[in-house]
């Protein structure tokens, strides 16, 4: 099937493109949303411009949208997003990598036959444990870009995810894979990625004890 991924630059998102790939399906482009609110209810926020860089690394086109962030109103820049990527790339169905949320799972579903589109979503109802277990495996490299949530602080951020991370993280009363907003992921390098994102310079921006942003201020690609 020819697909779309609604792609964050995540760690979610990437890992159902990976599994996309390995299942054979065709990958048409990428969609990234930009959100003016940095609480959005559907849309990633936390180092979003670098999207452009990752699909660099993927070798596959990327489609910007905009949206202003506002509950529900952010769901017809999405669907707008789509058309627009559509126009421009042949595609049956749309990516995501949901694996428990209703919320956004169902509105995309809801966008997605308004517009004759399946939804794929190899991670869904996926353990998130083994999710983590299963990055760790294939190699894929990536840091904490927001956090919110007790037990997690600022010293959680610009820090590559190790096993280590992983067994605290499944010690604190949070959904561990950071699907319920505890934090935001950034992939750096996968096994997918023909280049890999290095951070040269960053800026912390913190908001309480445990909420923390990551403002990355320089990166570029390297060969790997």
Same mark, same amino acid.
């Given at each position: 099937?020819?697909?779309?991924? !609604?792609?964050?630059?995540?760690?979610?998102?990437?890992?159902?493109?990976?599994?996309?790939?390995?299942?054979?399906?065709?990958?048409?482009?990428?969609?990234?949303?930009?959100?003016?609110? +940095?609480?959005?209810?559907?849309?990633?926020? +936390?180092?979003?411009? @670098?999207?452009?860089?990752?699909?660099?690394?993927?070798?596959?086109?990327?489609?910007?949208?905009? *949206?202003?962030?506002?509950?529900?109103?952010? @769901?017809?820049?999405?669907?707008?997003?789509?058309?627009?990527?559509? %126009? %421009?790339?042949?595609?049956?169905?749309? !990516?995501?990598?949901?694996?428990?949320?209703?919320?956004?799972?169902?509105?995309?579903?809801?966008?997605?036959?308004? =517009?004759?589109?399946?939804?794929?979503?190899? =991670?869904?109802?996926?353990?998130?444990? %083994?999710?983590?277990?299963? @990055? !760790?495996?294939? /190699?894929?490299?990536?840091? !904490?870009?927001?956090?919110?949530?007790?037990?997690?602080?600022?010293?959680?951020?610009?820090?590559?995810? *190790?096993?280590?991370?992983? /067994?605290?993280?499944? %010690?604190? /009363?949070? #959904?561990?894979?950071?699907?319920?907003?505890?934090?935001?992921?950034?992939v750096l390098?996968?096994?997918?990625?023909?280049?890999?994102?290095?951070?040269?310079? *960053?800026?912390?921006?913190?908001?309480?004890? #445990?909420?923390?942003?990551?403002?990355?201020?320089?990166?570029?690609l390297v #060969?790997?």
């Open positions: 099937m020819k697909l779309a991924v !609604l792609f964050t630059g995540g760690k979610d998102s990437t890992y159902a493109l990976y599994l996309a790939q390995k299942q054979k399906h065709h990958i048409s482009c990428l969609i990234t949303l930009k959100s003016a609110n +940095p609480d959005s209810y559907m849309f990633h926020t +936390p180092a979003i411009d @670098l999207t452009e860089l990752q699909a660099k690394a993927l070798g596959l086109p990327i489609v910007f949208g905009t *949206t202003l962030g506002q509950k529900e109103e952010e @769901l017809k820049d999405l669907e707008k997003t789509i058309q627009k990527a559509q %126009k %421009k790339y042949s595609f049956d169905g749309l !990516l995501t990598g949901a694996l428990f949320s209703e919320y956004q799972s169902g509105r995309i579903e809801k966008i997605a036959q308004k =517009l004759g589109l399946k939804v794929i979503s190899p =991670l869904w109802h996926k353990s998130q444990e %083994k999710e983590l277990m299963e @990055l !760790l495996d294939l /190699n894929f490299e990536f840091i !904490l870009t927001a956090v919110a949530a007790e037990g997690l602080d600022y010293h959680w951020l610009n820090k590559v995810i *190790t096993l280590k991370e992983v /067994n605290l993280l499944k %010690k604190l /009363n949070v #959904n561990c894979a950071g699907e319920g907003g505890e934090y935001e992921s950034l390098d996968c096994p997918l990625f023909k280049q890999k994102l290095v951070i040269e310079e *960053t800026e912390l921006k913190i908001e309480s004890k #445990n909420t923390a942003r990551l403002i990355i201020k320089k990166v570029r #060969n790997k």
